[in-house]
T-cell receptor, first 115, second 113 residues
Framework: AQKITQTQPGMFVQEKEAVTLDCTYD???????LFWYKQPSSGEMIFLIY??????QNATEGRYSLNFQKARKSANLVISASQLGDSAMYFC????????????FGAGTRLTVKP | EAQVTQNPRYLITVTGKKLTVTCSQN?????MSWYRQDPGLGLRQIYY???????DKGDVPEGYKVSRKEKRNFPLILESPSPNQTSLYFC????????????FGPGTRLTVL
């Protein structure tokens, strides 16, 4: 069974600094996709970044990058140059597949950016 | 605009009063899913559907029903709500059999008194 672990319930970071949010996963399927979503206080789920298990390079999307260490089964989200608007809950998720469509989520990390 | 819509966004009800939360998507997605979000537990899947007339249980299906009569709609039904179903509910959709991200609705905050 899939399992996603986010060990940091809460994190603080100073504005303009970089922060890493941890995510480890457990799967026996060689094919899977890893996702990060942001949930601001307004409640909506915003897709941030995706990493495929066969991708050779770490995914990047603007200030977001995914530090993918396949052997360690970790998929940490790195946010560079934090902004006040980055304060939110962040969820790591995984989809095995392509036949399994279910997406499993970690418990989330609440990030607070300090001015 | 490509989107997933949910209604209502907020609902306060009483124990035992049947309710339906609607979900609709305009992206022609085959796969649709319902989640509930509770503090410290992340999002847990309630039910999912691979296509019209095809539904299956997720991790926490007790007390919920769904139907998929049309591709775009996937309503969540609570026939006899109880206080432990107080939660934030999300509908999501995506193409099936791919690694695509799921698109989420705005969420429905349900309180059962």
């Amino acid at each position: 069974a899939q399992k996603i672990t986010q060990t940091q319930p809460g994190m603080f970071v100073q504005e303009k600094e970089a922060v890493t949010l941890d995510c480890t996963y457990d799967t026996s399927d060689p094919s899977y996709g890893l996702f990060w979503y942001k949930q601001p206080s307004s409640g909506e789920m915003i897709f941030l970044i995706y990493q495929g298990s066969y991708d050779q390079q770490n995914a990047t999307e603007g200030r977001y990058s995914l530090n993918f260490q396949k052997a360690r089964k970790s998929a940490n989200l790195v946010i560079s140059a934090s902004q006040l608007g980055d304060s939110a809950m962040y969820f790591c998720a995984m989809r095995e597949g392509p036949g399994n469509n279910d997406m499993r989520f970690g418990a989330g990390t609440r990030l607070t950016v300090k001015p | 605009e490509a989107q997933v819509t949910q209604n209502p966004r907020y609902l306060i009800t009483v124990t035992g009063k049947k309710l339906t939360v609607t979900c609709s998507q305009n992206m022609n997605h085959e796969y649709m899913s319902w989640y509930r979000q509770d503090p410290g537990l992340g999002l847990r899947q309630i039910y999912y559907s691979m296509n019209v007339e095809v539904t299956d249980k997720g991790d926490v299906p007790e007390g919920y029903k769904v139907s998929r009569k049309e591709k775009r709609n996937f309503p969540l039904i609570l026939e006899s709500p109880s206080p432990n179903q107080t939660s934030l509910y999300f509908c999501a959709s995506s193409f099936k059999n791919s690694y695509n991200e799921q698109f989420f609705g705005p969420g429905t905050r349900l309180t059962v008194l």
